[in-house]
């Protein structure tokens, strides 16, 4: 079993910044952690996505301004930048092994004035 955890959502100004974190519980056979989001109304979507060779890959909506990066910590971060309010949404963490999907609980991010 997976356990995952988010900190760092708030509210921030269009252009702002913010670090998403997401502690896990277990790095043995995890494949692939990813952040996705979920704005009021929509599916939820990827947003990043890194490996466990270091491959990173975003959503055409925020490359450029967002970062997703692991350390030996058992974290994985979300580095946004440039915030616009079409980001606002409950950001979820994701780990997935051969044998589950995992999720953490959502943070919320509101961008706005």
């Known amino acids: 079993q997976v356990r995952l955890v988010e900190s760092g959502g708030g509210l921030v100004q269009p252009g702002g910044s913010l670090r998403l974190s997401c502690a896990y519980s277990?790095?043995?056979?995890?494949?692939?952690l990813a952040w996705y989001r979920q704005a009021p109304g929509k599916q939820r979507e990827r947003v990043a996505g890194?490996?466990?060779?270091?491959?990173t890959n975003y959503a055409d909506s925020v490359k450029g301004r967002f970062t997703i990066s692991t350390d030996n910590t058992n974290k994985v971060y979300l580095h946004m930048n440039n915030l616009r309010p079409e980001d606002t949404a409950v950001y979820y963490c994701?780990?997935?092994?051969?044998?589950?999907?995992?999720w953490g609980q959502g943070t919320q991010v509101t961008v706005s004035s």
């Open positions: 277990k790095t043995g056979g995890i494949d692939v």
């Open positions: 890194i490996d466990s060779g270091g491959s």
């Open positions: 994701n780990g997935r092994s051969a044998v589950g999907n995992y």
